[in-house]
Antibody, heavy 118, light 107 residues
Framework: EVQLVESGGGLVQPGGSLRLSCAAS????????MHWVRQAPGKGLVWVSRVNADVKTTDYADSVKGRFTISRDNAKNTLYLQMNGLRAEDTAVYYC???????????WGQGTLVTVSS | EIVMTQSPATLSVSPGERATLSCRAS??????LAWYQQKLGQAPRLLIN???TRATGIPARFSGSGSGTEFTLTISSLQSEDFAVYYCQQFNNWPFTFGPGTKLDIK
């Protein structure tokens, strides 16, 4: 059974940092493209970042470029999102998503809530 | 960036009836469109890829059609578990973008 389990969310003050993790199992993580997608409370889905299987390709939405860093550890089957300089508008549920091809969003985790507030 | 729009914002349909949801792209995305279902408090689930290919385990009552800028998701006979929010997403141009969603309500 495919599982993606996010962790690391919580309440943080504006300007602060958080590191999200996503533990993967049930599929060949090291062969998959991985993404972070976020959803602000009551709002729609927004792609945030992606990384390819060998970490040679990373991309970011303009809204997080320069503040967020995506990475992965294929030996640990884990995806990360380092979030610095957090703003109120970064408040959202962050989903970890995996796909066998660069354009696939096959598997979704249950999400972790990040709240940026003073 | 390609802008995706969906209509209607809310659709009220009775169980057993057909539901037709629309998605439009601001420029052609060929057949590079996916549909997702999201139930309250849950993560999205992939329904349709490549505009018309059902994902693994998705019932045959879900079908997708369209190409270019106009797409449709049809649910042929609504079951109670189908009432949810549906999102379309284009994966033709980077960054991939989602529509705002259609909420499917019980009438």
């Amino acid at each position: 059974e495919v599982q993606l389990v996010e962790s690391g969310g919580g309440l943080v003050q504006p300007g602060g940092s958080l590191r999200l993790s996503c533990a993967a199992s049930g599929f060949t993580f090291s062969s998959y493209w991985m993404h972070w997608v976020r959803q602000a409370p009551g709002k729609g889905l927004v792609w945030v970042s992606r990384v390819n299987a060998d970490v040679k390709t990373t991309d970011y939405a303009d809204s997080v470029k320069g503040r967020f860093t995506i990475s992965r550890d294929n030996a640990k089957n884990t995806l990360y999102l380092q979030m610095n300089g957090l703003r109120a508008e970064d408040t959202a549920v962050y989903y970890c998503v995996g796909g066998s091809r660069w354009y696939d969003f096959d598997y979704w985790g249950q999400g972790t809530l990040v709240t940026v507030s003073s | 960036e390609i802008v995706m729009t969906q209509s209607p914002a809310t659709l009220s349909v009775s169980p057993g009836e057909r539901a037709t949801l629309s998605c439009r792209a601001s420029q052609s995305v060929a057949g590079n469109l996916a549909w997702y279902q999201q139930k309250l408090g849950q993560a999205p689930r992939l329904l349709i890829n490549g505009a018309s290919t059902r994902a693994t385990g998705i019932p045959a009552r879900f079908s997708g059609s369209g190409s270019g800028t106009e797409f449709t998701l049809t649910i042929s006979s609504l079951q109670s578990e189908d009432f949810a929010v549906y999102y379309c997403q284009q994966f033709n141009n980077w960054p991939f973008t989602f529509g705002p969603g259609t909420k499917l309500d019980i009438k």
